[in-house]
């Protein structure tokens, strides 16, 4: 964690000329003040780890299955797919993503803390979010996307209200809200 740590402060803490980079794509971002901007694969590349620590072990991210959003205030929330082939069948199942978010946020009545998280869309339709000792913290429903033409492996996309995303597995969502914490 602490590399992972390390690494986002170095983005985050670059010097203007370099943080001038890691502005919102034009293309990506929604436009509308007020609202979360999406990141250009190459800003999201900048800001991630290639490795990041969970439950004991380091696992490398698959940083072509990544996403990453800016909140008005400037926080970061970010999410990649990790390559999980050395923990258990059990872990697997249930950490599929790793997700890191410099606010907190709302999925759905639940309140997660700004902080490094392990996440993943499990079987029966739900959502859990577990901290990095593999505990879990946040459960919440999943909703499914039928319209979505072309599902990625993750994605964020904007939601329908201003400080809202949907993180995607597919075509599986689930809300997250900008929190007040």
């Known amino acids: 964690m602490s590399i992972l740590l390390v690494s986002l402060a170095l983005a985050l803490s670059a010097p203007p000329a370099a943080q ?4 919102p794509a034009p293309a990506a971002s929604s436009g509308a003040a007020g609202r979360a901007a999406l ?3 190459e800003q999201v590349n900048k800001l ?3 490795s990041v620590f969970f439950r004991g072990q380091t696992a490398p991210l698959q940083l072509r299955n990544a996403s990453a959003a800016r909140f008005p205030d400037g926080a970061i929330l970010f999410a990649s797919l990790v390559d999980t082939s050395g923990y258990s069948t059990g872990v697997r199942e249930r950490y599929q993503f790793y997700l890191v978010t410099e606010a907190a946020l ?3 009545e639940k309140t997660l803390a700004p902080g490094a998280y392990g996440a993943g869309f ?3 339709g739900s959502f859990v979010i577990m901290d990095i000792g593999g505990h ?8 499914h996307d039928d319209a979505m033409s072309r599902p990625r492996p993750l994605q964020l996309l904007a939601g329908s ?3 809202e995303l949907r993180l995607y597995l ?9 929190g007040s914490r």
């Open 161 to 163: 209200a201003a400080q």
């Open 136 to 143: 879990d913290l946040l459960l919440s429903h999943t909703q």
């Open 20 to 23: 001038a980079t890691l502005q």
């Open 122 to 124: 499990l079987e029966d």
């Open 170 to 178: 597919g075509r599986s969502f689930v809300v997250l809200r900008r």
């Open 48 to 50: 991630l780890p290639s």
């Open 39 to 41: 990141l250009s694969p």
């Open 106 to 108: 709302s999925v759905g």
